[in-house]
């Protein structure tokens, strides 16, 4: 699966984005899928997972509350909506596919398709 991320850009403290993962060479239905972000000298970690069914969502300590992922499958996207963007949420954005009919899983290691990033900077 080849996976295409975009949305990203620079944008003031406050504001907001939305991400968007398409994929294309195999559907997403059914699979968890992942968005992760790493930050320059720092390690990818995660943003935010989604269960293949969509029903369950996990989102990392730093973005609950101002991120939400969603999925569309029928387009064999993904999206995060990203609100009240902080310097600090200043990273390339990942999209990623994890195993199918999975739960969500917040392990790195556990997907293994990868889009090529999309770069997302908040200017305080």
């Known amino acids: 699966v080849q996976l295409q991320a975009s949305g990203g850009g620079l944008v003031q403290a406050g504001g907001s984005l939305r991400l968007s993962c398409v994929a294309s060479?195999?559907?997403?239905?059914?699979?968890?899928l992942g968005w992760f972000r790493q930050a320059p000298g720092k390690e990818r970690e995660l943003v935010a997972v989604i269960s293949w069914s969509g029903d369950n969502k996990y989102y990392g300590n730093s973005v609950k509350g101002r991120f939400t992922i969603s999925r569309y499958d029928a387009k064999d996207t993904l999206y995060l909506q990203m609100n009240n963007l902080k310097p600090e949420d200043t990273a390339v954005y990942y999209c990623a596919v994890g195993d199918r009919w999975s739960a969500g899983s917040t392990v790195v290691e556990d997907y293994e398709d990868w889009g090529q990033g999309t770069q997302v900077t908040v200017s305080s």
């Open positions: 060479g195999r559907t997403l239905r059914n699979y968890g």
